[in-house]
């Protein structure tokens, strides 16, 4: 392992768009790099320009908690910052990975954080973060923290072979009951599902169930992307080694997309399989309303509740323009509420969903939104 002490110019990244599937707002990446090693990780594409082995070499920026206290404080700011989640997590190394223990920059961020009032999302999948359980409640009652960890299938057998450098699936599990005993909202991220290995519905229903058992407040699901580069040969390199029969299997559902999206067909039938499950344990698929409606701004909150509907709609086989709509919103700087009785002169929403969005405005939530929630809806929207 090489550890690089580096300094950076800026820490805080503000999204163009809240993020529908974590809610945030703004976004770090405390480390370039991570040795939790996972084989399918994203990180390694070249189009994040990570230098040196990725899951062996580990950049830290050493004075990203001096950057961001004078990013995060109000009085050198001109414009006051938007309201929503800062997300710790994800991107290109896992904000508790192991070298976190020597340098508490995380730590000292969530320090930062609590002191500046501001909401938190951590998405992990080390159980080192139980350390900060200090802040994180301080923050809870400030504001709001939400832990989520991610999982590519809740077998130890796999995360060993596939995630060598994590927590166990079943140390994270232990985790979420932690958080939870603490009064903090908990997500289980079943992203990325391994394709033809944990993409069955045996698989599926045994992480949406043990993740329903430890009491995750929802539970957001995805496949797997595979960039071609350095991530591809990285994973199949994996796939040879230890699941020769199946490296065929992968060239026809990846055909060479930009984005290393698999196939469509594919997408759906594993989506279609997941419904079924979530339906079935009665879990959000999607973070629940109440965990966001006091946190973000009104055009952020139309926003989220129409990439919601659409998702909800596709999931079950329907065709839908509210995704679009959301997109519509998410570029309009203005109070949409201004806007209240004109938003059918914006392309892309028509009356429908006019009214969905003064609905939004008027009651907080949509009775449309609720009812797909529920999941007892027919196929006529
Ligand atoms: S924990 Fe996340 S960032 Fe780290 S290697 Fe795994 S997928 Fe990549």
Redesign the pocket.
């Known amino acids: 392992m090489k550890i690089t002490e580096v300094t950076a110019k800026s820490i805080l990244r503000q999204h163009r768009r809240i993020d529908s599937w974590f809610l945030s707002r703004y976004g770090m990446n405390l480390f370039r790099g991570?040795t939790?090693?996972?084989s399918?990780?994203?990180?390694r594409a070249e189009n994040y320009y990570v230098d040196g082995d990725f899951?062996i070499d580990v950049a830290v920026k050493i004075n990203a908690v001096e950057v961001l206290s004078r990013e995060l404080d109000p009085g050198r700011k001109r414009k006051p910052m938007k309201s929503g989640f800062i997300m710790l997590g994800?991107?290109?190394?896992?904000a508790y990975?192991p070298i976190e223990n020597k340098y508490e920059i995380t730590r000292q961020v969530l320090e930062l954080i609590q002191h500046f009032k501001h909401p938190v999302h951590i998405l992990?999948?080390s159980v080192l973060v139980k350390r900060d359980i200090d802040k994180i409640k301080a923050i809870n009652s400030n504001n709001r923290a939400i832990i989520s960890f991610?999982f590519s299938s809740v077998s130890d057998e796999l995360s060993a072979k596939f995630?060598p450098?994590?927590s166990s699936p079943s140390e994270r599990l232990e985790a979420i009951r932690f958080f939870k005993n603490e009064g903090i909202a908990c997500g289980m991220y079943l992203m990325p599902v391994i394709p033809f290995i944990s993409d069955t519905r045996e698989m599926i229903e045994d992480a949406v169930k043990k993740g329903t058992d430890a009491g995750v407040d929802f539970i957001i699901f995805g496949g797997m992307t595979l960039k071609e580069g350095r991530q591809k040969d990285y994973y199949m390199n994996i796939i040879q080694q230890q699941y020769p029969e199946l490296s065929g299997s992968y060239d026809q559902i990846y055909r060479s997309d930009k984005w290393g999206q698999a196939s469509g067909e594919y997408h759906t039938a594993i989506h279609a399989v997941f419904k079924i499950i979530a339906d079935h344990y009665n879990i959000p698929v999607r973070m629940p309303l109440n965990l966001f409606q006091d946190i973000v701004d009104e055009n952020d909150r139309v926003v989220v509740i129409l990439d919601h509907i659409d998702y909800y709609l596709k999931m079950s086989g329907n065709r839908s323009s509210y995704g679009y709509a959301a997109y519509v919103i998410s570029q309009i700087n203005e109070p949409i509420s201004s806007m209240k009785w004109n938003l059918r002169h914006l392309k892309g929403i028509g009356p429908t969903i006019a009214k969905v969005i003064r609905e939004i405005l008027d009651t907080g939530t949509s009775s449309l939104y609720n009812q797909l929630i529920r999941t007892h809806y027919a196929n006529h929207y």
């Open positions: 991570c939790h090693n996972c399918y990780c994203d990180g899951g994800g991107g290109v190394g896992d990975q992990t999948k991610s995630e450098g994590c």
